[in-house]
């Protein structure tokens, strides 16, 4: 079973600059996409971005989208989620998710794989 563990949360100011890491634990995995979603409390989880493995092709979530950016490391089967000009409302946290077959990268049942979260809260 593949282990997703994310890294890279914290408390910043809005404004400031984070940087979240996943890493596939334990053995290389080349997965047809990785992403990203987060949950606020009360609020349903939330696609912010993924990626496609073999190409390096990203989607984003409409409130994210000119702020945020995905990369990956296929050597260390790591994404990262570089993430600018954060706002209160991105305060969440942060799941990593992988998946193995091709559907609605939006969709969080799309996704295999998931990681514990990493908290992510901005202040004013």
């Known amino acids: 079973q593949v282990q997703l563990v994310e890294s890279g949360g914290g408390l910043v100011q809005a404004g400031d600059t984070l940087r979240l890491s996943c890493v596939a634990s334990?053995?290389?995995?080349?997965?047809?996409?990785m992403g990203w979603f987060r949950q606020a409390p009360g609020k349903e989880r939330e696609f912010v971005a993924t990626?496609?493995?073999?190409?390096?092709?990203?989607l984003y979530g409409d409130s994210v989208k000119g702020r945020f950016t995905i990369s990956r490391d296929n050597a260390k089967s790591t994404v990262y989620l570089q993430m600018n000009s954060l706002k209160p409302e991105d305060t969440a946290v942060y799941y990593c998710?992988?998946?193995?077959?091709?559907?609605?990268?939006?969709?969080?049942?799309?996704?295999?794989?998931w990681g514990q979260g990493t908290q992510v809260t901005v202040s004013s």
């Open positions: 998710a992988a998946t193995t077959t091709p559907g609605v990268l939006r969709s969080p049942r799309s996704y295999n794989y």
């Open positions: 334990g053995r290389t995995f080349a997965p047809y996409a």
């Open positions: 990626i496609i493995w073999s190409d390096g092709k990203a």
